[in-house]
């Protein structure tokens, strides 16, 4: 008798559960994601913490447009914060590349990609001089991190096709590339 009142509880529940879909794109300011031919891959979002209010903000690829983040003000309201004028972006991925409790960005780009280090109030630095990238002519879509026992993360970036080849093959990749922790950077 008590597994089927459990058993009644938990069908109720299962009616009530329909999800509710609203229209609120007026609240974020206005962004566009612009480009040729080899923007047709991209326009990627990170979503993160970036001021540690426990609301998510979004850092938003431009294509050859400036990328935006918008800081979450709460009750679905965003507003524009300031960032470097970084253009040519596909997507990024938030991490706390250097283990300091602040979200970074590791920025996709067409052609090098780079590292944005986050500090209070959503601020955010290139980091190059610290984290070095091999310079790369690279149409970069793909990311993806892990950690090993040095405590510093390993990470690996997809390309898409050959930029040196815009008559294809579409069909093929581009070579890929495993970014390893060196003391002078990553290789």
Known sequence: MKSLWVILCLLAGVGQAEPLFRDLSH???????????????GGGVA????????????????????????VNQGNFTFTAHPLPDIR????????DINADGFMDLFVLRIGQNMILMGG?????????????????D???TAFS?????????HMAVGNYVDLKNPEGPFFACDSHEILTPLADGYH
């Open 138 to 140: 690279q149409w970069s």
């Open 145 to 153: 991190a892990w950690w090993l026992d040095d405590g510093r993360p």
């Open 88 to 95: 040519a972006t596909t997507g990024a991925y938030p991490i």
């Open 47 to 70: 979503v993160l913490d970036c001021n540690g209010d426990a609301l998510p903000d979004i850092f938003a690829a431009g294509g050859t447009g400036p990328a935006g983040l918008f």
């Open 27 to 41: 609240r974020l300011p206005e962004h566009r994601y612009l480009g040729g031919w080899n923007h047709f891959v």
């Open 120 to 136: 209070p109030d959503c601020s955010f630095t290139q980091a190059t001089p610290e984290f070095p990238l091999l310079p790369a």
